[in-house]
Nanobody, 113 residues
Framework: QVQLVESGGGSVQAGESLRLSCVASESMYKFNTMAWYRQAPGKQREPVAFIGSGGGANYADAMKDRITISKDSAKNTVYLDMVSLKPEDTAVYYC???????WGQGTQVTVSS
């Protein structure tokens, strides 16, 4: 089971930025795709962004103009850069490997107006 550890969440003001990180316990070359999801209070978990083995990215509509997903395979790390954060972005953000259905413990992002 691949272990995932997220970090970088916090409490920010609307309009500010955050960079989330997710470190995998195994080489990223073992799985093609990594993803970020989020779950807001009282809502279902939803996809945010995906990145493939070649670095190609896909973004969910809710944040697509304000986020960038990237990875450093040498560090087994995937990043989520978020700018112009809004209060509705408040959620727990999770790292996910679809191939193994592995999830991290999540990192809380709180955006105040």
């Amino acid at each position: 089971q691949v272990q995932l550890v997220e970090s970088g969440g916090g409490s920010v003001q609307a309009g500010e930025s955050l960079r989330l990180s997710c470190v995998a316990s195994e080489s990223m070359y073992k799985f093609n795709t990594m993803a970020w999801y989020r779950q807001a209070p009282g809502k279902q978990r939803e996809p945010v962004a995906f990145i493939g083995s070649g670095g190609g990215a896909n973004y969910a509509d809710a944040m697509k103009d304000r986020i960038t997903i990237s990875k450093d395979s040498a560090k087994n790390t995937v990043y989520l850069d978020m700018v112009s954060l809004k209060p509705e972005d408040t959620a727990v953000y999770y790292c996910h490997i679809p191939l193994f259905d592995s999830w991290g413990q999540g990192t809380q992002v709180t955006v105040s107006s």
